[in-house]
């Protein structure tokens, strides 16, 4: 289901580049769509739920399903209100929002500059996008009790419709509008929507669709609201970089920066979102209930395997993204208004980007082993370090650098970001990379390595560009395919076997 919704999400990078490209105008809807988008990871996939379901899963552990219920009520109740207040706030205050998170246009606006239209345009695009926050908080909320009792698939599946709707409203509706922005910016709020609705039939026929209540005082809602607010920054750091990024972008002079490190950031996005979320999503649960039932030994085995996963794909994901950035991009992106100095130019920020691949991947699995033991302090604390590191690094790197240089920062602070997670969790006694481990990622870099050799090789035979797409994907996937093939024979070789991809009871 994940798999699914992320081919689907690189569908809709493809329409939206199509239409928009790199220039001026995306850059302002991709401004508009990041806020609440920021604001949907820490809801979706971070802070509430790594809050959520820890307290969740105990009290359904030890209180029944009565209690879960009630649990769910005052929940949804409470955070229901709080979000829609500042949804409303942001609607009828977009242009101070706008002013926050995209100072330069602001300043462009005062002196009548060249991109004081931007300003103006995300102004109105984010009273459009801002409601998707309202919507997916619920949408968040439904998929983390579902999650709770091992019912994946619906919560995994969801996000399709909001790739529907976006690709829809652009094909549909984009000559209804003067600008192609606004068709998008619909196309956010209706995807909010109808997640919202796809998922209640499903807590219905559960027995956990509850009408709301305030629970503000409530035990178990005080302790989610203490876990949450720390895990803001616990879980969010590459998120809040990627924003200081986007704050950073809009000084610069040159058109097309928040897009190119979008459109990058897509890319990278579909590994970390199949393999690393997936996995940290389906760990959460089971290491909140480990930790309940007091069982470290099992605790540290699930920890580790997930680890083993997660790096299993996200070495092969990076070195992929490296030596096949340009073909995929010049496939998926170079089309209509996205250019081939557009594509250069993302592929640079790939580049940077993918050296962090692997940190941001660890941090998925390794934030989990925190928050499951209702632990927010010490990841939280970690996550400001990193944040500030990540903004030292982009004021040394981007005067040089431009907006590869916050590409590169991002990648250092995360790297930095999961060596500290680890690093306390060695020290608590939660999790040790055991012999077995160490030999295993060995394994993973040389079969990287040849897999890579491999690819770099057959790739110097192929120039994509200059064929039809139907030649580039075929070419392309072939390529994709000897890499993959390559790969898990070189592990064989090298001694990997069924029960390493198992989690043994």
């Known amino acids: 289901m994940t798999l699914i919704s992320r081919v689907l999400g690189l569908v809709r990078d493809v329409v939206i580049a199509t239409f928009v490209g790199a220039g001026a105008n995306a850059d302002v809807y991709l401004f508009a769509n990041r806020i609440p988008n920021f ?36 929940v949804s109740g409470t955070l229901g209100v709080i979000v829609l207040l ?31 239209d931007n300003f103006e345009l995300a102004s109105v695009l984010l009273k459009i996008t801002f409601p998707y926050l309202f ?39 984009i000559d209804s509008f003067s600008d192609p922005a606004y068709a998008l910016a619909w196309g956010v709020f209706v995807g909010g929507l109808v997640q919202f609705l796809f998922q209640l039939p499903f807590l219905y026929r559960s027995g956990l669709l509850v009408k709301p209540q305030w629970g503000w005082h409530d035990e178990h809602v005080t302790k989610i609201r203490m876990l949450m ?22 000084f610069f002079d040159e058109t097309g920066s928040i897009s190119w490190l979008y459109y990058a950031d897509r890319l990278i996005e579909f590994p970390l979102g199949l393999f690393g979320i997936g996995i940290a999503t389906v760990i959460l649960p089971s290491l909140s209930r480990l930790h309940s039932a007091n069982d470290p030994a099992k605790f540290q085995q699930t920890m580790d395997w997930a680890l083993k996963m997660v790096l299993l794909m996200a070495f092969p994901a990076m070195a992929g993204l490296m030596v096949l950035g340009p073909q995929i991009i010049d496939l998926l992106y170079k089309h209509g208004e996205f250019t081939q100095y557009d594509a250069q130019q993302v592929y640079y920020a790939v580049v940077a980007y993918s050296s962090g691949l692997v940190s941001y991947m660890c941090v998925k699995v390794l934030a989990p082993g925190y928050f499951a033991r209702q632990d927010t302090k010490t990841p939280v604390r970690l996550g400001i370090i990193a944040m500030l590191s990540n903004i030292v690094f982009n004021f040394m790197l981007a005067p040089f650098y431009g907006y590869v240089g916050l590409a590169v920062a991002t990648a250092m602070s995360a790297t930095m970001n999961v060596a500290m997670l680890y690093i306390g969790l060695h020290k ?5 990379l055991t012999a077995g481990t160490v030999t295993w990622i060995v394994k993973v870099i040389i079969a990287t390595l040849v897999m890579t050799s491999a690819v770099w090789l057959l790739r110097e035979q192929f120039t994509l560009g200059e064929q039809g797409i139907a030649k580039q994907a075929t070419v392309l996937f072939s390529l994709i395919g000897v890499a993959g093939v390559g790969y898990f024979a070189t592990l064989i070789i090298l001694g990997a076997r069924k029960r390493h991809f198992v989690l043994s009871n």
């Open 135 to 173: 919507f997916i908080t619920f949408v968040a909320l439904s998929g983390a009790i579902l999650n709770v009792y091992n019912r994946f698939a619906v919560a995994a599946f969801t996000p399709v419709f909001l790739n529907i709707s976006i690709i829809t409203c652009a094909i549909l509706f």
């Open 86 to 116: 500042l949804t409303l706030f942001a609607v009828i205050a977009s242009p101070l929002v706008v002013i926050i998170f995209g100072t330069g246009w602001f300043i462009d606006w005062l002196n009548d500059g060249k991109h004081a």
């Open 39 to 74: 604001l949907r990871r820490l809801f979706a996939e971070g802070a509430f739920a790594q809050a959520f379901v820890p307290v969740l899963s105990e009290v359904k552990e030890k209180h029944g399903d009565d209690e879960v219920r009630v649990l769910v009520a005052k």
């Open 428 to 432: 608590q006694g939660v999790y040790r």
């Open 229 to 250: 607010l720390p895990a803001l920054l616990g879980v969010g750091v590459h998120q809040l970089n990627a924003l200081v990024d986007t704050v950073i972008a809009s």
